[in-house]
Nanobody, 117 residues
């Protein structure tokens, strides 16, 4: 079992930056693909960014070029830095840990990000 706890959300002005953190408990953190998703009010949850257990990273087009996903395996933590935040980035951001080879898929409880002036 893996427990995920997100933090770092809050209210940010347009153009600002935010770094979200997701701390994982349990073992074998480095074996998981770690991802961020978000869900805006009235919309479906959508993919934001992912970082594999190796070096592969992927970003949604909506955040590509202004966001960075990184992980610190020694701290069992994955981060999401988003710059130049826009009102449309407002959403609850969720952390996900996935290891398809073992059918494992875990979610955090989410952290609210609100971009508003």
């Amino acid at each position: 079992q893996v427990q995920l706890v997100e933090s770092g959300g809050g209210l940010v002005h347009p153009g600002g930056s935010l770094r979200l953190s997701c701390a994982a408990s349990g073992s074998s953190f480095s074996a998981y693909t770690m991802s961020w998703y978000r869900q805006a009010p009235g919309k479906q949850r959508e993919f934001v960014a992912a970082k594999s257990s190796g070096t592969i990273t992927n970003y949604a087009a909506s955040v590509k070029g202004r966001s960075t996903i990184s992980r610190d395996n020694a701290k069992n933590t994955v981060y999401l830095q988003i710059d130049n935040l826009k009102p449309e980035d407002t959403a609850v951001y969720y952390c996900n840990a996935r290891r398809l080879s073992r059918g494992e898929d875990y979610w955090g409880q989410g952290t609210q990000v609100t971009v508003s002036s």
